[in-house]
């Protein structure tokens, strides 16, 4: 069964942020019991893109989950930040969300009542602290955001609202952040400018990212990106031109 | 954190008003009872103060057995030759005599004026005399002088249109006397007397009218400089007769306040006991809402969850948006209470209960306590919906139509509320018969029960909801097309939901089935007692069949062709054995109209009590071991005490009888109490209950507009007119907390119809009509009504067998119209309840609902 990292990782520039440990998930009982995972096991490395990929019913989102501490395992491990976190009770989960993990959804998942600024500090008000002023500052501009700041989500476009969400996982500096198809609910303009915001932030910020997406083009901003198949991981690359993602993608599906 | 729930709920601005609506309307009952009740309370106060301004002391008649005139005992008068030897005392600079006594004033068409039962007041005044103890003042014209002039009270002058120089009519204890109006007067300070009425005489005149000639009422005294009250008081005692005493100004305004506002205070109570119930039924309205607000936003809470937000923080924010929800909430009650203490005054004035009111009194204690318990039920009630937030999970944040994970406890839910319910029903068992509770601790014992039933029922109807839901949703799945069987669908998709609202009318209807079914049963008996012992053909009462009437028009009837029997039962009070107890006396012939079951003595006794003979009834004569030849010693409120014997023991129906629990004769009654009057009289005529009879009986009572001639099944309306009236009174005022469930009807299905934005999008999309749509949700809010009334009515009636069985009530009867009435009345509220979430669903736009993410 080809696990773990076949080929070299690329060299851990700070160290390794996440691990993953022959990770299972199973559904269910008995019979109708499915495996969404069946043993994955990854690292990633400070400062590095990772891009997971897969056709639906890949596990690819389950992965996500259990990497995030959203969803147990049924066995296996995971580390944050070199915390073990599938044991970890729900006070120190969210006090570990609140210093290492960022999020950014599908669905943007904005708070309609607040401001663009009043969702994008929301981490920090929810930790009891107050948002660094020229990190802010940062942020609005490299989000473009800057004149929308006092604007409702309802008053956003779909991109800007993509935008605020990713403004929002930034704003605490998180060791890791967890992107759940960022792109899946953008038409394919507005999708390019969220993929280079997110690359931007690697570049400029040195932010850890894993990006879930079935999209070949988004994989192709990743520095590795893996490929997940039936529970399994069954490929693995070390950065990839969109077209070279998209026959690694029609060879697993065929 | 804090801004993220304040926030959330300005963008929530529909769902906080309809969580606030049930505590509102609360919050405005307890308000409104207080302003009302303090008003009332105020005004009371004013007019004793005003009474006693200027009086250092007042002489007054005190009954010889205890109680006044607000237990129904008359104080006997006073001798007016005490006002000389009073005058006589060194420390006495000033003092006046006067007559206090009830004279109901007659209008132009002969009918009595009277307003929602309040008293008809007459008093005396001494226009030449000095007038520092005179209360009243002179709106118009001057004093009444002599023995054809009165002045009457403004209020009245207005409403009957009645000026002075006109003639008015008075009736006291014979036929009416008519008098010229010189002038109108009112008390001073006060705004509005109530339904009262004053007649003032000079003193002459009301001696002679109220038969008091050579007595007074009160003697009000003032006393010389450097002389205190105390002193004064300490002079006139030795001057009294055992039935008169003597207070200082003061202590005499304070006894008369502490008479009135006992009675004002279980007013109070009586009205805040709804004002809890409405607030009881808002809780669960607010539980019920806030619950699927939350379950409604899931998404919403997972995201904070997984922006870092703890457990508790996700708590609190819950629990802060209920608590600015109450706090507003409470504020808006508080000062729609202003306004609901004028609809209550309204009410009563409407029921007969006409009071008299200054300027509106708005007490911190109202405001405080308000908004303490308007707050306070609030924040229990977000309790669970905030427990249920926390439950929500992070991951419900990227997962579409995540179910909220079950408590912990939830498998147990069942168990748990068959053992409250079990609890409960203990409780009230314990409450109602275990022996050797004290009064206080019985009621709490009742009332914790009644709650913690409904509270278990509410648990357990998620349960019971889908198998009942399914049964009461067949009209509407077999008639209402694809609508109805949807609507079916919908009440039974999340039970829990509908369980709790429908809960909320469950407890109002259960109260209301509460007292209509005790109510059929008083009624029943009460017709039952008066079908056994009526053998007259007539009863002569008062218009309202409650005051008594004099024995003058008793006497109007005597000797009139065709009459053969006229006979009264006189009611006044005595003390026998120490105990206060009211006293009937019956002229001879009385067994030939009022046909009771003798036990010992028989028919005839009535007739054979001579001046010492007295029946009791069983009850009576078992507690005091009593038996024919047994003496009973009776003292009488002039002092005296009878030495009776018992002649005669019957046995009432169930439903009572007209008798008090020592009956003696007329005659010796007539002699021992001062102004004697019927309670009722009977009448036995040879041709029995003919219009040519009955025309004949009114024309002969032409002079007594206060008398009225009824035949037995008249009598019987007339007697259950009281409880019907107050039947109405509870039903209107549990309707409040019947308002209140609908609200939680429209709650449920207003934020049901958001949830379901998108359903109900595709369900147009595939060719509903708007029509069926809002047909869909009125049947929904139908089959809740509908399980509201099923859950209510049967509890109401078990409630009603437990409550009776505990006072030993004569009869238990099932009003099944009313009943049917109840239940119709619940689907037409279901209707009502519909009308909004209706239109809103109908109004959903296609395209939009299926887009809204």
Redesign the interface.
Same mark, same amino acid.
């Given at each position: 069964m080809a696990v773990v990292e076949e080929g070299a990782p690329a060299p851990a520039q700070q160290g390794t942020v996440v691990r993953a440990q022959d990770v299972t998930r199973r559904y269910g009982e008995g019979a109708t019991a499915v495996d969404a995972l069946r043993g994955v096991s990854l690292e990633v490395a400070s400062g590095q893109l990772v891009a997971v990929m897969g056709p639906s019913g890949s596990g690819k989102s389950t992965l996500m989950h259990i990497l995030a501490g959203l969803d147990k395992p049924s066995s296996g491990s995971v580390t944050i930040a070199g915390e073990e976190i599938t044991a970890l009770p729900d006070a120190k989960l969210t006090r570990l969300r609140r210093r290492h993990i960022g999020f950014v959804f599908q669905f943007f998942n904005l708070l309609p009542m607040l401001t663009a600024q009043e969702n994008i500090v929301l981490p920090l008000s929810i930790a009891g602290e107050k948002p660094e002023g020229r990190w802010l500052t940062e942020l609005l501009d490299s989000t473009g955001l800057a004149d929308r700041a006092t604007h409702r989500p309802s008053e956003l476009s779909g991109g800007q609202q993509q935008r605020v969400a990713i403004a929002r996982a930034l704003i605490s500096r998180p060791t890791i952040l967890f992107a759940d198809e960022p792109t899946g609910n953008l038409d394919s303009k507005t999708s390019g400018e969220i993929l280079e915001l997110l690359r931007h932030s690697v570049e400029e910020y040195g932010q850890t990212i894993v990006m879930v997406t079935h999209e070949a083009r988004a994989a192709a901003i990743a520095d590795r990106i893996l490929f997940l198949a039936d529970g399994l991981i069954v490929q693995e690359r070390q950065g990839a031109s969109a077209a070279d993602v998209l026959e690694v993608m029609s060879s697993l599906s065929s | 954190?804090i801004?993220?729930a304040l926030?959330?709920l300005?963008?929530r601005k529909l769902r906080a008003v309809l969580t606030a609506v049930s505590i509102v309307l609360g919050v405005a009952m307890i308000s409104g009872t207080f302003v009302l009740t303090d008003t009332i309370k105020a005004a009371f106060n004013t007019v004793f103060t005003q009474v006693y301004k200027n009086t250092d002391a007042v002489i007054t008649g005190k009954s010889a057995i205890g109680g006044n005139a607000n237990n129904g005992v008359t104080p006997p008068s006073l001798p007016e030759s005490l006002l000389a030897r009073v005058r006589g005392l060194p420390g006495v600079s000033v003092a006046e005599g006067g007559i206090s006594d009830e004279g109901q004033l007659v209008d132009r068409n002969d009918k009595v004026i009277s307003r929602g039962g309040a008293p008809s007041l007459a008093f005396s005044v001494n226009p030449k005399g000095d007038q520092r103890f005179n209360p009243l003042v002179l709106t118009g014209g001057t004093w009444p002088t002599g023995a054809h002039e009165i002045a009457i009270d403004s209020k009245t002058a207005n409403s009957k249109h009645f000026a002075v120089g006109d003639r008015i009519g008075v009736l006291t204890n014979g036929p009416v006397e008519r008098f010229r109006i010189v002038g109108t007067v009112k008390f001073g300070g006060l705004n509005s007397l109530g339904g009262a009425t004053l007649a003032i005489f000079d003193l002459p005149t009301a001696q002679r009218i109220f038969d008091k000639v050579g007595k007074l009422d009160s003697i009000g005294i003032a006393s010389k400089p450097n002389v205190s009250a105390a002193q004064l008081v300490a002079q006139v005692s030795p001057l009294l007769p055992a039935t008169a005493q003597v207070r200082t100004g003061e202590q005499e305004a304070k006894q008369a306040a502490k008479d009135t506002n006992s009675f004002l205070t279980i007013l109070e109570y009586f009205l805040l006991a709804f004002g809890f119930v409405a607030l009881f039924v808002g809780a669960f309205v607010i539980a019920n809402t806030l619950g699927i607000t939350i379950a409604q936003r899931m @998404? +919403?809470l997972a995201?904070? @969850?997984?922006?870092?937000?703890? @457990?508790r923080?996700v708590y609190w924010s819950v629990v802060l948006e209920a608590f600015v929800i109450g706090v507003l909430a409470s504020v808006i009650g508080l000062f729609l209470g202003l306004g609901l203490a004028k609809g209550l005054n309204a009410l009563f004035v409407a029921f007969g209960i006409d009071l008299p009111q200054v300027g509106t009194v708005f007490a911190t204690r109202t405001i405080v306590v308000a908004l303490l318990v308007g707050i306070v039920v609030t924040l229990i009630a977000a309790i669970r919906p905030a427990l249920r937030a926390t439950r929500v999970?992070?991951?419900a944040?990227?997962r579409e139509g995540a179910l909220l994970p079950r408590s912990r406890f939830a498998r147990f839910g069942p168990y748990i509320a068959l053992a409250v319910t079990a609890f409960a029903v203990g409780l009230m068992l314990i409450g109602l018969f275990a022996g050797g509770l004290s009064t206080k601790l019985r009621l709490l014992s009742i009332g914790v029960g009644a709650l913690a039933v409904f509270i278990g029922v509410a648990m357990l109807a998620p349960t019971l909801v889908p198998r009942v839901a399914r049964l009461l949703g067949l009209p509407a799945a077999r008639l209402g097309g694809a609508a109805g069987m949807l609507a079916r669908g919908n009440s039974i998709r999340n039970p829990s939901r509908t369980a709790s609202t429908a809960s909320a009318l469950m407890i109002g209807l259960t109260l209301v089935t509460l007292v209509s079914v005790l109510a059929a049963g008083l009624k029943t008996t009460f017709e039952d007692s008066v079908n056994k012992l009526f053998t007259a053909d007539y009863a002569l009462t008062s218009e309202n069949g409650f005051n008594p009437t004099s024995t003058a028009s008793e006497k109007a009837l005597h000797g009139l062709p065709g009459v053969e029997v006229v006979s009264g039962v006189r009611a006044g009070s005595g003390k026998v054995f120490g105990k206060r107890i009211s006293v009937t006396a019956v002229e001879p012939d009385i067994a030939s109209v009022i046909d009771v079951k003798w036990t010992a003595g028989g028919p005839q006794t009535p007739a054979e009590l001579g001046a010492t003979g007295a029946f009791v009834q069983k009850s009576y004569a078992e507690d005091h071991h009593l038996h024919v030849g047994s003496p009973i010693a009776m003292q009488i409120p002039t002092g005296p005490t009878l030495r009776l014997t018992l002649r005669g023991v019957f046995d009432p129906p169930k439903g009572g009888s007209p008798f008090g629990d020592v009956t003696i004769s007329a005659a010796r009654f007539d002699r021992e109490y001062p102004n004697p009057q019927n309670l009722f009289a009977f009448v036995k005529t040879s041709s029995g209950v003919t219009d040519a009879t009955t025309a004949e009986l009114t024309r002969a009572l032409a002079r007594f507009p206060d008398a009225k001639i009824q035949t037995r099944a008249q009598f019987i309306h007339l007697q259950e007119s009281g409880i019907n009236l107050l039947l109405k009174l509870l039903y209107v005022l549990l309707s409040l907390s019947i308002i209140i469930s609908l609200f939680g009807i429209v709650n449920t299905l207003v934020l049901t119809v958001f949830e379901r934005t998108r359903e109900i999008g595709m369900l147009r999309a595939v060719g509903m009509t708007r029509r069926q749509v809002r047909n869909m949700i009125r049947h929904e809010a139908i089959i809740t009504a509908l399980l509201g009334a099923t859950l209510g009515i049967p509890i109401g009636i078990v409630l009603a067998l437990m409550v009776g069985k505990a006072i030993d009530y004569p009869a238990f009867t099932i009003p099944w119209t009313t009943l049917v009435v109840f239940v119709i009345a619940a689907i037409l509220a279901g209707l009502v309840a519909a009308i909004f979430p209706a239109r809103r669903a109908g109004r959903l736009n296609v395209l939009a609902a299926l887009q809204y +993410?």
């Open positions: - | 954190m801004g993220v926030k959330g300005l963008g @998404r +919403e995201t904070l @969850r997984t922006l870092g937000a703890t @457990r923080q999970e992070p991951i944040a990227v +993410e």
